[in-house]
């Protein structure tokens, strides 16, 4: 579960107070972004909304081996009768009623209801997938915007520092303790500082629009995420769990095995059908049959009142038994089992792909880690550094250049530490994601009854035999982001930067 809070915290000086990776006491919660984006996302609703579209496959199939009721109706009216025929009628209403009940059918029906099964299955798998890489999307966009705060932090601390660097060069000069040279390099570096604080503004405001596109609102002021829950000790593990449990590889799987039952299916089209009929007709001329004599050669005879309906009934049993098709059989199992084999191959392809995702995240995160580390104790080197260089520069021993570099340098390994943070929490949940372990229901965001719950939709269109029988008609389920107002670059106060949860 996606609970608890950071176990360090790591305070990096007086530069970084307005980087907002503080936990203020009103603020969204990582969880809370994921949830929204759960509820929300149209991305993940329209793959919902396909599963529920790939579940009808299965009552689409199961149908052609249900028995089928049909109806006819007609009237006729005779414009010019044969001059030969004197009993026709000048008008009919027929009625037809047809029974029709599948027997055999060669083990197609029962073959392509196994395989739209596994299709769904295979959907289902699908739905996971999409689930976990809307989630991952999230997560590196909640960090993205964490990340980019606390550039603009770092940045605006820095343009700061050096307003009153330069500011105090030109003191220094007026008095002839430096050169103009000394001025100069103290207003370039500045003017870099300016341009780097600009393009970390269009940067995090870039990240808040990502963050809205997927949760559907804007972040205020986001919390320290929390520690990620189930990362495997060793990348082997974490490669066994991802070949179990990785939805992408269990989709493949379960569409081979579609493809196998769909061999089958195809096959059954040079086997012997066999249909029970029935049928029932119902005829009435509507009064336009004439009355008969009884001897048609004596016309006085008396006049028979001829009958204005007739009534038909049959039953039986049709076996069809193909003979010769041309060879169609035959081509639609190769193509079959050519797309079997494809199938197949789809399975192998993905593994890999797998394996190469699970320890790639898995490389990336350790290096993450590791960069941390690094970095830290650089940021620590860096600031006794700054603190010496500038005491030696006020007795004469260092330039006024030493001290811009000594800042630029504390500046880059603070911009490390951040993005190394950053780095490593999102390779981590992309190492989950591979193993299968980044959904809702294993990050505990919802209870069981909020979950989305694949099955429940199954279940109540499978047996659903009515022709009449549907849904409402189609609206759109999330919201949208016209009315969210742009985001800025401010970034929440802060004092302290809290980036190092356990990974």
Not at 63 to 86: H, K, M, R, W
Not at 178 to 201: K, P
Not at 218 to 238: D, I, K, R, S, V
Not at 387 to 408: C, P
Request: aromatic share 4%; charged share 20%; proline share 6%.
């Amino acid at each position: 579960m996606l609970t608890g809070g950071v176990v360090g915290r790591v305070v990096v000086g007086a530069s970084c107070l307005a980087i907002a990776f503080a936990s203020p006491a009103s603020a969204d919660t990582l969880q809370e972004a994921l949830t929204q984006a759960y509820l929300d996302n149209p991305t993940l609703e329209a793959a919902r909304a396909t599963l529920r579209a790939t579940d009808e496959n299965v009552p689409i199939e199961r149908a052609s081996g249900l028995p089928d009721l049909s109806s006819t109706v007609s009237v006729t009216e005779a414009l010019i009768q044969n001059s030969t025929n004197f009993f026709q009628p000048d008008r009919v209403l027929s009625v037809g009623i047809d029974l029709g009940v599948p027997i055999y059918s060669g083990g197609a029906v029962k073959n392509a209801v196994r395989a739209a099964e596994e299709r769904v299955e295979a959907g289902r798998a699908d739905l996971r997938g999409t689930e976990s890489a809307i989630f991952t999307q999230v997560v590196a966009a909640y960090m993205d915007v964490l990340r980019g705060q606390a550039l603009v932090g770092l940045s605006s601390n820095q343009v700061e520092v050096l307003t009153v660097n330069v500011q105090a060069t030109s003191d220094r000069f007026e008095i002839g303790d430096v050169t103009r040279t000394d001025v100069a390099q103290s207003e370039a570096r500045l003017a870099l500082a300016r341009g780097d604080l600009r393009s970390a503004q269009a940067n995090l405001i870039a990240a808040r629009e990502d963050y809205i596109a997927l949760v559907g609102e804007a972040p205020t002021n986001l919390q320290a995420p929390p520690p990620l829950p189930g990362l495997p000790e060793e990348m082997e593990t974490a490669v066994d769990i991802a070949l179990a449990n990785n939805p992408d590889l269990l989709a493949a799987k379960e569409r081979a095995q579609a493809a196998g039952y769909e061999i089958d299916v195809a096959g059954a089209s040079r086997l012997p059908r066999l249909r029970i009929v029935s049928g029932y007709d119902y005829q009435n001329f509507l009064g336009s049959v004439p009355d008969a004599l009884t001897d048609p050669l004596d016309p006085d005879s008396p006049v028979i009142a001829s009958s204005q309906t007739a009534t038909a009934a049959q039953a039986g049993v049709v076996l069809s038994i193909p003979l010769f098709q041309g060879g169609r059989p035959a081509a639609l199992q190769r193509q079959a089992q050519a797309r079997a084999s494809a199938a197949l191959e789809n399975i192998v392809a993905t593994e890999r792909d797998v394996i190469a995702q699970v320890r790639s995240a898995w490389s990336s995160w350790q290096a993450a880690l590791a960069i941390i580390e690094s970095s830290q104790t650089a940021v620590s080197a860096a600031e006794l550094s700054l603190e010496g260089v500038r005491a030696e520069n006020s007795i004469g021993n260092r330039t006024v250049l030493d001290v811009l570099n000594a800042e630029q340098e504390l500046l880059t390994s603070r911009v490390e530490l951040v993005t190394a943070r950053r780095n490593a929490y999102v390779a981590g949940f992309s190492l989950l994601a591979a193993m299968g372990r980044a959904e809702a229901r294993d990050l505990g965001l919802l209870s069981e009854g909020v979950l989305y719950d694949p099955i429940e939709n199954y279940d109540r269109v499978r047996d659903r035999i009515w022709d009449w029988d549907r849904d409402p008609e189609p609206v759109i389920m999330t919201t949208r982001t016209v009315d969210v107002p742009a985001p800025d670059a401010s970034i929440p106060p802060a004092d302290e930067i809290q980036l190092d949860p356990e990974y």
